[in-house]
């Protein structure tokens, strides 16, 4: 069974630039996660979708980050303009309706110098 | 105020040994679940265990099993017979219950366990 995927895997880019992650759940899973891992906030959850609406983007951390899902196998995160502390590994994760579990994808390393 | 708390940063332990990293938690839900996480210098998140606060047994995943003390608010995870592959970062992580309308997944700030042969 196909596990969650993510592209890119790294994104390098440079500041101002706009910056587009994409995430596919694994099938039949209700939830999507988006989370950002940095060294000094650690992992943290941006926003999360239940059949494909947004539940909670209180983790979002400002206007220059959006995240969309249009449909039940596709979301993305976009980050207009990013800035270097945007650096940091995303992931995505997705879990069933009928379970506790996320799964994680790979992750997406992003780098804006 | 930190939910999910991992006072060992890192860890030693020998091949073949067990060892046991530390997760203590607070919440005043009644209903949540604890979870563990590898993380290897590879930068995936693999899914190891979980535990459901009204579970009565310790959950047991092969090698893994989850030490749940609920008067304590302690997850701790246990890995016998360790392996070199166990190297990695492992996260603490409790997902409240309904009663506070959310899902998400909050985590420890991780503890670096390294085996050595």
């Known amino acids: 069974d196909a596990g969650v995927i993510q592209s890119p895997r790294h994104e390098v880019t440079e500041m101002g630039q706009e910056v587009t992650l994409r995430c596919k759940p694994i099938?039949?899973?209700?939830?999507l996660f988006w989370y950002r891992q940095t060294m000094m906030r650690g992992l943290e959850l941006l926003i999360y979708f239940n059949n494909n609406v947004p539940i909670d983007d209180s983790g979002m951390p400002e206007d220059r980050f959006s995240a969309k899902m249009p449909n039940a196998s596709f979301s993305t995160l976009k980050i207009q303009p990013s800035e270097p502390r945007d650096s940091a590994v995303y992931f995505c994760?997705?879990?069933?309706?009928?379970?506790?579990?996320?799964?994680f994808g790979p992750g997406t390393r992003l780098t804006v110098l | 105020a930190q939910k999910i708390t991992q006072t060992q940063p890192g860890m030693f332990v020998q091949e073949k040994e067990a060892v046991t990293l530390d997760c203590t938690y607070d919440?005043?839900?009644?209903?949540?679940?604890l979870f563990w996480y590898k993380q290897p210098s590879s930068g995936e998140m693999i899914f190891l265990i979980y535990q459901g606060s009204y579970d009565e047994q310790n959950a047991t995943e092969g090698r893994y099993s989850l030490n749940f003390q609920k008067a304590r608010k302690s997850a701790n995870l246990v890995i016998s017979a360790s392996q070199l592959g166990d190297s990695a970062m492992y996260f603490c992580?409790?997902?409240?219950?309904?009663?506070?309308?959310?899902?998400?997944?909050?985590f420890g700030t991780g503890t670096r366990l390294q085996v050595f042969p």
């Open positions: 994760a997705s879990s069933p309706q009928t379970g506790p579990t996320q799964y």
């Open positions: 099938s039949g899973h209700d939830y």
């Open positions: 919440t005043s839900d009644q209903s949540y679940g």
């Open positions: 992580a409790m997902r409240e219950g309904r009663a506070y309308n959310t899902d998400k997944l909050i």
